[in-house]
């Protein structure tokens, strides 16, 4: 069963511009996760925020985490068509990740 | 490191043979995850082990399905006997202390026909 949903299932950006993506998920989180997965390739972990974190940067990533609202972003700025790939976010409650169905990014150059 | 390890990267088999699929962890992790990913549902959990020792099989699809963990460097998936809905990559991860990033395997693309 799915913990977290992702928002929006497909995004189509230029190249330049940001992409935000956005997670909902349903009870109580230790962490949230965000991975990315490139067409016939493994997931790559991106960025973990923990529950007691609001917010977290990582190079061009900016996740942010809303507890009472039970909802999480992912910002990227400066977009680059490398970036082109699935995203995932996943939480964890009980030492094990439950992932989402995943965002396609595609990012036109 | 040369990171998750799976084998092998694609398997096509006819329905009804065993299947095994393989995974070595990343070493110094000590907990090991095996997942299965569809267009139709997604990521889902099988099974993971800490320490070696099977925690949670809930995801388990059948007794079908079997999975072993005999040392901390190797693990096995079982499908016997396979279906043609069995068909999906099956995804090997690994972590330390189970509450840091996973490190998954390029996956094994399971097709049976």
């Known amino acids: 069963s799915q913990q977290g949903e992702e928002d929006p299932q497909a995004l189509s950006i230029q190249e330049g511009e940001n992409a935000t993506m956005n997670c909902s998920y349903k009870?109580?989180?230790?962490?949230l996760q965000w991975y990315r997965q490139n067409s016939g390739r493994g997931l790559v972990h991106l960025i973990l925020i923990r529950s007691n974190e609001r917010e977290k940067h990582s190079g061009r990533l900016r996740v942010t985490l809303d507890t009472s609202k039970k909802s999480s972003s992912l910002l990227i700025t400066a977009s680059r068509a490398a970036d082109t790939a699935s995203y995932f976010c996943a939480t964890d409650a009980v030492s094990k990740l439950t992932f989402g169905k995943g965002i396609t990014l595609s990012v036109r150059p | 490191d040369a990171g998750v390890i799976q084998s092998p990267r694609h398997e096509v088999t006819e329905m009804g043979q065993e299947v095994t699929l393989r995974c070595k962890p990343i070493?110094?992790?000590?907990?090991l995850f095996w997942y299965r990913q569809t267009m139709m549902r997604g990521l889902e959990l099988l099974i993971y082990?800490?320490?070696?020792?099977?925690?949670?099989d809930s995801g388990m699809p059948e007794d079908r399905f079997s999975a072993k963990m005999p040392n901390a460097s190797f693990s096995t998936l079982k499908i016997q006997p396979s279906e043609p809905r069995d068909s999906a990559v099956y995804f090997c991860?690994?972590?330390?202390?189970?509450?840091?990033?996973?490190?998954f395997g390029s996956g094994t693309r399971l097709t049976v026909v």
């Open positions: 070493s110094g992790h000590d907990y």
């Open positions: 991860a690994s972590s330390f202390g189970g509450v840091e990033g996973y490190t």
């Open positions: 082990f800490n320490n070696n020792v099977p925690i949670d």
């Open positions: 009870t109580s989180i230790n962490n």
